[in-house]
C-alpha cells in the first residue's frame, strides 16, 4: 500500500534552532505539496513542486523557509531560525498531475512545537 | 479561482444519511469538484471527485447540480469513524487544491 512518510513525526525545539522536516513522496508521482495546518489558518499551502522543481513558493516566509527536492524520493522543509509561531501540523503531499484532475495523498504530518 | 462555500458544521445520527452541501457559484466549466475529508489527527483524505454528473464510489457519492454551482456529498450510512472535517474544493485546472474551513461532521450514536 503506497504512503507518503514523513519524518519526523513530532519535534519541540526552541527558538531559533533549524528545523528539517522530511517527506517521501509516492514513487512515480510528479508533484509533491508542502502544506501547514494551525487552529486560526486551517490548512494552507507552503510550496509545491513539479518533477523536482519549485513551481510556486508563494505561501512560504521567505527569510526563514526553504524546501528543496535533492531526488525524487526525499523532499525537505527546513525553517531557519524557527520561531513559537511557526508551531503547526507540517503535512506532505504527493500526486500526478498531468491531466484534468487531480489526486493528492498526504502524509501524517509533522506537528512542530517551537518554544 | 472558485470559491466555495459550506456549513461551518453537521450533526448526525450514526446509520443516517448525511448530505453536505457545498456551493461553488464561480466554477468554471471544466473544474473538477473534489471533496476531501480529514479525519482527526490524520492527514486530509480524498474522497470522490466529479464534472457534470453525479459519481458513486465505495467512500460516498457526489450529486452535482445541473448548473455546477452546487453539489452535495452523499454518506449513504454515517459512522462514527466518518466523524471528520468535510473540504468542498474546486480547483482551477493543474493548480494546487486550496482548502477552506470545511465542514465539521459530528456523528452521534
Known amino acids: 500500500d503506497a504512503r507518503v512518510t514523513q519524518t519526523p513525526r513530532h519535534k519541540v525545539t526552541e527558538m531559533g534552532q533549524e528545523v528539517t522536516m522530511r517527506c517521501q513522496p509516492i514513487l512515480g508521482h510528479n508533484t509533491v505539496f508542502w502544506y501547514r495546518q494551525t487552529m486560526m489558518q486551517g490548512l494552507e499551502l507552503l510550496a509545491y513542486f513539479r518533477n523536482r522543481a519549485p513551481l510556486d513558493d508563494s505561501g512560504m516566509p521567505k527569510d526563514r523557509f526553504s524546501a528543496e527536492m535533492p531526488d525524487a524520493t526525499l523532499a525537505t522543509l527546513k525553517i531557519q531560525p524557527s520561531e513559537p509561531r511557526d508551531s503547526a501540523v507540517y503535512f506532505c503531499?504527493?500526486?500526478?498531475?498531468?491531466?484534468?484532475?487531480?489526486?493528492?495523498?498526504f502524509g501524517p504530518g509533522t506537528r512542530l512545537t517551537v518554544l | 479561482d472558485a470559491k466555495t462555500t459550506q456549513p461551518n458544521s453537521m450533526e448526525s445520527n450514526e446509520e443516517e444519511p448525511v448530505h453536505l452541501p457545498c456551493n461553488h457559484s464561480t466554477i468554471s466549466g471544466t473544474d473538477y469538484i473534489h471533496w476531501y475529508r480529514q479525519l482527526p489527527s490524520q492527514g486530509p483524505e480524498y474522497v470522490i471527485h466529479?464534472?457534470?454528473s453525479n459519481v458513486n464510489n465505495r467512500m460516498a457519492s457526489l450529486a452535482i447540480a445541473e448548473d455546477r454551482k452546487s453539489s452535495t456529498l452523499i454518506l449513504h450510512r454515517a459512522t462514527l469513524r466518518d466523524a471528520a472535517v468535510y473540504y468542498c474544493i474546486p480547483p482551477s485546472g493543474n493548480t494546487p487544491l486550496v482548502f477552506g474551513k470545511g465542514t465539521r461532521l459530528s456523528v452521534i450514536a
Open positions: 503531499a504527493s500526486g500526478f498531475q498531468g491531466g484534468a484532475y487531480n489526486e493528492q495523498f
Open positions: 466529479g464534472l457534470t
